[in-house]
């Protein structure tokens, strides 16, 4: 397990995840590795291959878990990039499914930055039926190029496109969950004035719950800023299932884990060895 940036829940599901599958993970610190002394991804692909069945890399530039992946002979999860949170979204839709009894057909609204995790619900969403709103600031919405792949996918699926806007309260209006993320992600620090300026009016508060269905659920990734992106009373209130989002990811993660690892799978992909 690869670590460029911090983590609470992603090293300590995976780390633990692991261990109660009966395998071991070893967390790397990216600082603590050569990496940090210049040698190459793919090098350290190439090489860890030899060791492991498998890569988690939470890394800065997406570029690095592609790189990783090409290199390597052991699957590589990505545990986090500044374009897409996979394993986060998987855990969050399999939240709202326990939760809903179902997905396809229900509204998902997204308010906030355009950022990795908003991306991955999006990609996500197309492919399980559920109808993807999302509202942002002008200048902060998702890749163009993540939009047309959710677009192409609901297609194929023959779910709604993902809608997208910057009309907050509108976007929550009978919606079955609410989802927000922080404003400055990591990495932005150097952007957070000029960030909380431009998210002014996107916070999830109550009024804008009251906006959705009555059943509606609160949904966050987490880290959560209190006062900032979403209101105390909303998160730590009844509809809040920020908590389980979390839990699932170790619950989804050792699914994830058996699928890629497990029994038969290490034939699949040889190692060059
Ligand atoms: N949601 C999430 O990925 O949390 P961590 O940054 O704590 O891993
Ligand atoms: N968008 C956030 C998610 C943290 C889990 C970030 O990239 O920092």
């Known amino acids: 397990m690869i670590f460029e940036k911090p983590s609470t829940r992603t090293r300590v599901s995976f780390?633990?995840?692991?261990?109660?599958?009966?395998?071991?993970?070893m967390f790397l610190g990216a600082e603590a590795?050569?990496?940090?002394?210049?040698?190459?991804?793919?090098?350290?692909?190439?090489?860890?291959?030899?060791?492991?069945?498998?890569?988690?890399a939470r890394v800065g530039s997406h570029e690095t878990v592609l790189t990783l992946e090409k290199h390597a002979s052991v699957p590589v999860i990505n545990g986090l990039s500044d374009r897409l949170h996979p394993c986060q979204a998987l855990a969050d839709f399999f939240t709202l499914r326990e939760r809903r009894g179902r997905l396809e057909g229900l509204t998902l609204t997204y308010v906030g930055d355009g950022n990795n995790v908003c991306h991955e619900l999006m990609l996500g969403a197309a492919k399980l039926g559920v109808k993807m709103r999302v509202?942002?600031?002008?200048?902060?919405?998702?890749?163009?190029?993540?939009?047309a792949s959710a677009t192409a996918a609901a297609r194929d699926a023959g779910g709604a496109p993902p809608e997208l806007g910057h009309d907050a309260l509108r976007a929550a209006e009978g919606a079955d969950a609410i989802y927000t993320d922080v404003w400055i992600s990591m990495g932005q620090e150097q952007e957070a004035a000029e960030r909380r300026r431009a998210f002014a009016g996107f916070a999830v508060t109550a009024e804008m719950m009251s906006l959705a269905r009555p059943e509606a659920v609160f949904?966050?990734?987490l880290p959560a800023h209190r006062?900032?992106?979403?209101?105390?009373?909303v998160i730590d209130g009844p509809r809040s299932i920020v908590f389980d989002q979390a839990e699932n990811r170790l619950h989804v993660q050792k699914?994830?884990?058996?699928?890629?690892l497990g029994a038969g799978r290490r034939d699949e992909k040889s190692r060059p060895r």
């Open 227 to 233: 006062g900032e992106e979403v209101a105390g009373e």
């Open 33 to 56: 590795l050569q990496l940090s002394r210049g040698e190459p991804v793919a090098d350290t692909a190439r090489v860890l291959s030899r060791y492991v069945d498998g890569i988690v």
């Open 255 to 260: 699914a994830l884990l058996i699928l890629l």
């Open 15 to 25: 780390e633990a995840g692991m261990f109660e599958l009966g395998g071991l993970a």
């Open 135 to 147: 509202a942002t600031p002008a200048g902060f919405e998702p890749d163009p190029e993540i939009t």
């Open 219 to 221: 949904m966050h990734c």
